[in-house]
């Protein structure tokens, strides 16, 4: 069965502190996605990947980076974490050819 | 640009009734894909079911189900004989292969299901 795990899955960080949110995959999937959520916006595109060593901007990218070291491993990176940042953080594995997504359970982070 | 649009932000009902959850998009494309999820109440994100733009037979998938009306750029998702276990809420997600978003999903904001006993 196809399976995305996320860590950590939950994270306290201080204003201007580093944050790196961490995504693997096990659906040997060429996509992922790097989604937040925040009440009124639903789900919102932050970096995504096709593959390894590939990053590309989503729609809200500023703030974030992401790295994709390999094809089960996806992180994202914030450099310096702003408490507008804190929100619910979602993985996501999709294959080139399929549509479907499938997701993580999500990490809450928190930033003071 | 590409939008999904959810107008109802809850929805109650009683449970082994069936209820319809509505969503419109736009988008410039003449062929997309458009999906739903389920969000439960522990947090998971659920692909239910989705619709090809060029196919007119509407999807269905055990008791969810698709009506698709592509002259209004509506994609409503219905659940028949509803159980308490359908309780969560539920995303509209549009994908254009063909348009600058690539592979990405454009979600709605999501409607939250409460069924009650």
């Known amino acids: 069965e196809a399976a995305v795990t996320q860590s950590p899955r939950n994270k306290v960080a201080v204003t201007g502190g580093k944050v790196t949110l961490s995504c693997n995959q096990t659906?040997?999937?060429?996509?992922m996605y790097w989604y937040r959520q925040d009440t009124g916006h639903g789900l919102r595109l932050i970096h995504y990947?096709?593959?390894?060593?590939?990053?590309e901007k989503g729609d809200i990218p500023d703030g974030y980076k992401a790295s994709r070291p390999s094809q089960e491993n996806f992180s994202l990176i914030l450099e310096l974490a702003t408490p507008s940042q804190t929100s619910v953080y979602f993985c996501?594995?999709?294959?080139?050819?399929?549509?479907?997504?499938?997701f993580g359970p999500g990490t809450r982070l928190l930033v003071l | 640009a590409q939008k999904v649009t959810q107008t109802q932000t809850s929805i109650s009902v009683v449970e082994k009734t069936t209820v319809t959850m509505d969503c419109v998009y736009e988008?410039?494309?003449?062929?997309?894909?458009l999906f739903w999820y389920k969000q439960t109440a522990s947090g998971e994100i659920v692909f239910l079911i989705r619709?090809?733009?060029?196919?007119?037979e509407n999807a269905t998938v055990g008791h969810y189900s698709l009506n698709f009306q592509k002259p209004k750029s509506s994609i409503g998702l219905i659940i028949t004989a509803t159980q308490i276990e359908d309780s969560a809420v539920y995303f509209c997600?549009?994908?254009?292969?063909?348009?600058?978003?690539?592979?990405?999903?454009?979600f709605g904001i999501g409607t939250l299901l409460s069924v009650k006993p």
């Open positions: 659906n040997n999937h060429n996509n």
């Open positions: 619709q090809d733009s060029y196919k007119k």
């Open positions: 997600a549009m994908r254009d292969p063909y348009g600058s978003s690539g592979n990405k999903l454009i």
């Open positions: 996501a594995s999709g294959d080139t050819r399929q549509d479907t997504q499938y």
């Open positions: 990947s096709y593959g390894a060593g590939s990053t």
């Open positions: 988008t410039r494309d003449s062929s997309y894909f």
